[in-house]
């Protein structure tokens, strides 16, 4: 009963049940989704794999899927690679005896230091066979690689890829013809796009999740002979994307998955604390009237939006038994009678940067609390004056290693929601009553801990009032919450419709400020000759999976600023623009360095125009003749966003969204103005 191809031909002969899954396997799949954009047959080059690893090597399932999704751990593991090109190049050039320059040279011509991997070893001359390599050996590979520190750690990464390289594609004899970017042997040019990060295959990680949901129903389905319904099916995606979003674990969940089957997974995976989910997240909004559209007839409650460092904070009582052996060793840090973890926006452990508030924590939590999972603002606090202070403040707070005794800028908890409380999520209450249910399990410490101001008036003047009140108290404006009824439930790693985000100056911009990554500079002319004087800065699309250009921005640094930027970014040049990079070709419009994507910039904008040189939204039908994308007017820089990573940054639908939305209330603002620089 082997998994077929409509041919009826066994699509990998060589593996056999209960070995190791072959690496060329995934490769093969792989090969077989880049040569399309249907997402629909992705899913199903997709989902036949996994069916096939389920049913014959069911252990390499976690690491088949995180394979397929470019990571090695959740994130909350805080495991990174983190090679730049120039370790990767080292690293070809080393395991197949070509000079670095030729590597580079090559990586000129080509721009996709995968197939260059390819190419190299094609040359090479096979003196004896390395054993395949197999997922679970290549996963193994890649860890040691990630997690490899101390002396000689670069050196070493270096032979860690040698090792994988030098094993790659040894199955496949001859010569590889790599002007065919699509198909063909392929292992090592997939380990060299897992290394940078970017696997370019078009497969968004939602994509893997609903093929695994249907990889697992057909795989019990066939193990009862039967064949699973379409309500079967879509069942078992909506169980997974429910538990995903509560306890975004591989690690957890796939063990769980094929020992308990998909429709009692809800009984085995649910949100618990150690493990960090992906928080809610708001809509922009222009107005206040527009809130007020919204809400139409719906009860909802407004809230000071505090302007630090989203801080979710886990904790579990020592005594709770059965939940504390459950949650995982991320919550360790030992407070009071029990421990707790604190995670940023994206799921990084912030323990380190906050042990001041962890030893307090205690104080703040009720007799009867055994654990919970808050979602709070942590915000730098005047404890003179007793206020809060501007996000700048909390911006100059050590990021790692801090000692109680060190810390100079005090910080100031504000909880706005519970997700978890006494052994039980309460994610799909009401707001209303578990806001109720923050408020009887915590008290509040002046300057420590406090309960988000919130307030539930309905009228325009009331939340006009609140508005000013927020930005007095050094807020940036408010937070407008669904109160009541099953829609006003938290919706982990959304961004919903139930929470809008008005912000002060918003009347004057576009709604809200974006949030992009850097991908070139202009050097400087005149006073900023030493560092880079403006920069090219790009959204993200993640359906494609690429960079699309927004802007360029000279705008809004600092002397000190700039040479703080200058450091960072001259470490992560690189030769030319990585192939994942949508941007407009032509000399008058190259910057003069290219860099790895790694930072995201907050930027705000005058309003959004569309612009033949920028390629923002180009895939979203903003332009009837599909050749102009977005761009922003007078961009201007506001903060580095140390808590983003690039595919975290401004996706080009957000920025689509904006741009017609402004479209419906102004008409278009002349031709695209670049920064002044
Ligand atoms: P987004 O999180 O929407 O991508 P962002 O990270 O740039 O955008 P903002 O647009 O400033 O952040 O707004 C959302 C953030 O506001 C939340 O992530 C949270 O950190 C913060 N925040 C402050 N007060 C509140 C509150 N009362 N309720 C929810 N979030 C709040």
Redesign the pocket.
């Known amino acids: 009963q082997a998994v077929l191809t409509a041919k009826g031909k066994d699509p990998y002969p060589d593996w056999k049940p209960g070995e190791p899954v072959p690496y060329a396997a995934l490769c093969k799949t792989f090969s077989l989704v880049e040569l399309t954009t249907k997402r629909l047959i992705i899913m199903e080059h997709c989902s036949l794999f996994l069916r096939q690893v389920l049913r014959l090597t069911p252990e390499d399932l976690l690491s088949t899927v995180l394979l397929m999704i470019n990571k090695l751990a959740p994130d909350y593991a805080g495991i990174e690679l983190g090679i730049g090109e120039s370790l990767i190049m080292k690293a070809i050039g080393e395991s197949t005896g070509r000079s670095l320059a030729v590597i580079k040279q090559d990586q000129k011509e080509i721009g996709d230091l995968g197939l260059v991997a390819v190419k190299s070893r094609s040359t090479q001359p096979t003196m004896f066979k390395p054993k395949p390599l197999t997922i679970r050996g290549v996963h193994k590979g890649l860890m040691g690689i990630a997690t490899v520190s101390g002396n000689g750690a670069q050196g070493r990464k270096v032979d860690g890829i040698k090792k994988l390289l030098s094993a790659a594609d040894s199955a496949t004899p001859g010569k590889v013809d790599i002007t065919k970017d699509k198909g063909g042997p392929s292992e090592a040019k997939y380990i060299v796009r897992f290394l940078e990060g970017k696997l370019r295959l078009g497969l968004a990680e939602r994509t893997v999740l609903v093929s695994l949901a249907q990889a697992i129903v057909a795989h019990e389905a066939s193990l009862n002979n039967t064949v699973p319904s379409t309500t079967d099916i879509e069942k078992a995606e909506s169980i997974l994307k429910t538990v995903y979003s509560e306890l975004p674990s591989y690690d957890v969940i796939i063990p769980a998955m094929v020992e308990h089957g998909i429709m009692n997974l809800r009984d085995h995976c649910k949100l618990r604390p150690g493990v960090p989910l992906k928080?809610m997240?708001?809509k922009?909004t222009k107005a206040i009237t527009e809130v007020l559209d919204r809400f139409e007839g719906q009860t909802f409650t407004c809230?000071?939006?505090?302007d630090g460092?989203?801080a979710q904070i886990h904790y579990v009582a020592k005594d709770a038994g059965e939940e504390l052996s459950q949650s995982l060793p991320s919550a360790t840090q030992e407070v009071g009678r029990g421990v707790a973890s604190i995670f940023s926006?994206n799921s990084e452990d912030l323990s380190k940067k906050y042990p001041d508030i962890l030893v307090k924590l205690h104080t703040w939590v009720k007799e009867d609390t055994h654990s919970f999972v808050l979602d709070c603002?942590s915000v730098a606090w005047d404890v003179t004056e007793k206020k809060v202070l501007p996000f700048q403040q909390l911006m100059t707070r050590k990021k790692k290693d801090v000692k109680i005794e060190d810390v100079k800028v005090k910080v100031c908890v504000?909880a706005?929601d519970l997700l978890y409380l006494n052994g039980e999520s309460v994610v799909e209450k009401s707001l209303r009553e578990r806001r109720e249910l923050l408020h009887k399990s915590f008290r509040t410490i002046e300057g420590e801990f406090s309960f988000?101001t919130s307030m539930d008036g309905q009228e325009i003047d009331d939340i006009q009032t609140f508005l000013d009140e927020s930005v007095k108290a050094s807020c940036?404006g408010l937070?407008v919450k669904m109160l009541d009824g099953t829609e006003s439930g938290y919706e982990p790693s959304k961004?919903s419709r139930n929470?809008l985000?008005i912000k002060k100056d918003y009347l004057s911009g576009i709604g809200?400020?974006l949030?992009l990554v850097v991908l070139g500079a202009y050097y400087g002319k005149g006073k900023r000759t030493s560092v880079y004087g403006a920069f090219l800065l790009a959204c993200y699309n993640p359906t494609t999976d690429t960079y699309e250009t927004v802007c360029n921005i000279g705008t809004g640094f600092s002397e000190a600023v700039l040479e703080e930027l200058h450091k960072d970014l001259s470490v992560i040049v690189i030769d030319r623009p990585k192939p994942f990079y949508a941007h407009s070709v032509g000399n008058q419009h190259q910057p003069d360095v290219w860099f790895e994507p790694r930072y995201v910039w907050?930027v705000k904008t005058a309003d959004l125009t569309l612009s033949p040189r920028y390629k923002a939204g180009s895939k979203e039908n903003v332009d009837p003749s599909g050749e102009k994308g977005i761009s922003l007017r007078f961009p201007r820089f506001i903060k580095v966003r140390d808590d983003k990573k690039a595919d975290e940054a401004t996706s080009s639908r957000q920025v689509a969204e904006m741009y017609r939305k402004q479209e419906s209330v102004t008409k278009s603002k002349g031709p695209s103005v670049d920064d002044d620089f």
């Open positions: 928080p997240l708001a922009p809230e000071y939006k505090y460092e989203r926006r603002e504000f706005f988000a940036e937070m961004r929470w985000k809200d400020s949030d907050e």
